[in-house]
């Protein structure tokens, strides 16, 4: 989980830790596992729950901050500091 950890925050967009190659190899352990050990299926899809709430969260906080609105309908640049008619 910790190697995880740190890719996730070493990454600019977070939403492709559940792309990695790490979580990817945890998955192809499950067949290599007795049916029996369940276990091991519950807690990787449980560290994968907690990455896609850490991706939400990140990307909510990305969200929240204000852009500023651009009028599509203007006829010439209303956000440039000069204005110039040719």
Same mark, same amino acid.
């Given at each position: 989980?910790?190697?995880?950890?740190?890719?996730?925050?070493?990454?600019? &967009?977070?939403?492709?830790?559940?792309?990695?190659? !790490?979580?990817?190899?945890?998955?192809?352990?499950?067949?290599?596992?007795?049916?029996?050990?369940?276990?091991?299926?519950?807690?990787?899809?449980?560290?994968?729950?907690?990455?896609? =709430?850490?991706? !939400?969260? &990140?990307?909510?906080?990305?969200?929240?901050?204000?852009?500023?609105?651009?009028?599509?309908? =203007?006829?010439?640049?209303?956000?440039?500091?000069?204005?110039?008619?040719?």
């Amino acid at each position: 989980m910790s190697s995880l950890n740190e890719e996730f925050i070493e990454l600019d &967009d977070k939403s492709r830790i559940l792309k990695s190659p !790490k979580l990817k190899a945890l998955y192809a352990l499950l067949p290599k596992v007795a049916l029996s050990k369940k276990d091991l299926g519950i807690a990787i899809n449980k560290l994968k729950d907690e990455l896609e =709430a850490k991706v !939400k969260e &990140d990307s909510k906080k990305h969200s929240s901050s204000k852009l500023k609105s651009i009028d599509v309908t =203007a006829p010439f640049d209303v956000n440039a500091s000069s204005t110039r008619f040719y």
